[in-house]
């Protein structure tokens, strides 16, 4: 097949760790002879040096025209948070032009690295769940206000805004172990309130032979801890998804091993790793591709519909994590970005 994806590397160690995903497209494209056509676009605090905006009209135009984008990472101390324009108002901008609503965010412990979470090595067996965060709604997109004195945050969802997101989470559920979990705070917020509603009269209506739980946003993030392999998909708000799924990557012994997908109705999609800039680590060819190509799994998965190629690389990176070739975030050694996806492109290749 052909496919032209968007690489927007951003800020700190996102320029590293896109070229390791472009080495493996093209390697994927190689082996499996589609054609794949990559084209980099600004985006973050770099295109605010260059251009003055974050999402430059160019890098938009590009996106649009793309099959699926691959971004790095934005944002970085260099960029103050209270400045006007900020990296993060670009991918903000861009999940809210592509029509982004749903992330998905695979959660799973690798055995070889579990002695990297401080959570017991017993509480993660089985640990394999989704978390499915509303991506363009609540108070990331709200009203706001500041005065010298006071500030403000409007978080605010229509039905349609929850419906819409529940209903890829309920989807996805039923192709898994057919258990949802939703998570908000309805016993003290009125949008909380709404979204259990809607949740409850969703699954009822649309996916009967789903299990349904409701869990407040502070026990589910004292149950990730403690019981993590009890749940499979999980489906919350922008802000409440943002926050457990960092704490979610403590399981998997690096935040450095998560990958995600931006999906709206159609197949295009923004992946990326979880993590953020880096910039301590920036330019020491030391950060960790591995949440990066396990987007690229993604993106082969969801956009371009190569489910087998997907598995490959899921099973590549597997083999290279078994393998010992960790980066300085999981062990000791330390090997770079480079030689660990080294060691992914040759477990592709031994798949022949």
């Known amino acids: 097949m052909r496919a032209l994806i968007a690489l927007l590397p951003g800020d700190g160690i996102g320029p590293e760790v896109i070229d390791e995903g472009a080495r493996l497209l093209r390697a994927v494209a190689e082996r499996s002879r589609h054609e794949f056509q990559l084209e980099k676009g600004a985006i973050g605090g770099t295109a605010i040096d260059a251009t ?29 948070p209270s400045a006007p324009v900020r990296p993060e108002q670009g991918l903000l901008a861009l999940r809210k032009e592509l029509g982004l609503f749903a992330n998905l965010r695979p959660v799973t412990v690798h055995p070889r690295v579990a002695s990297a979470s401080p959570v017991k090595a017993e509480l993660l067996a089985d640990v394999d769940f ?3 965060r509303e991506l363009t709604g609540g108070i990331y997109f709200g009203e706001k206000t500041r005065t010298a004195d006071s500030a403000s945050d409007l978080c605010s969802y229509t039905a349609d805004e929850v419906r819409r997101v529940v209903r890829v989470a309920a989807r996805l559920a039923q192709k898994r172990r057919r258990r949802l979990t939703s998570v908000d705070k309805a016993n003290v917020l009125e949008t909380s ?19 349904l739980e409701h869990v407040l946003v502070d026990s589910c993030a004292m149950l990730l801890v403690q019981r993590p392999s009890r749940f499979d998909v999980v489906v919350t708000e922008n802000m409440f998804g943002d926050i ?37 680590i920036a330019g020491k060819g ?28 899921e099973r ?37």
């Open 52 to 80: 003055g905006t974050p999402l430059p009209d160019s890098t938009l135009a590009l996106c649009r025209r793309a099959d699926a984008v691959l971004l790095g990472a934005v944002g970085g101390p260099k960029w103050a």
């Open 316 to 352: 590549a990176v597997h083999v290279a994590i078994e393998q010992g070739v960790l980066t300085p975030d999981l062990s000791q050694k330390g090997a770079t970005t480079r030689e660990a996806t080294d060691a992914v492109l040759t477990a592709l290749q031994q798949e022949r």
């Open 286 to 313: 030391i950060a960790n591709p591995y949440g990066t190509l396990l987007s690229v799994a993604m993106l082969l998965r969801h956009s371009l519909g190569l489910a087998e190629e997907a598995r490959a690389v």
């Open 130 to 132: 989704v978390v499915v």
């Open 193 to 211: 309130r709404l979204w259990r509603d809607v949740t409850s009269q969703v699954v009822q209506d649309e996916f009967p032979d789903l299990q």
């Open 244 to 280: 457990l799924t960092d704490e979610a990557a403590v399981l998997a012994g690096s935040i450095g091993l998560l990958p995600s997908a931006s999906l709206g109705d159609g197949q295009k999609g923004v992946y990326e790793p979880i993590h953020g800039s880096a910039p301590d």
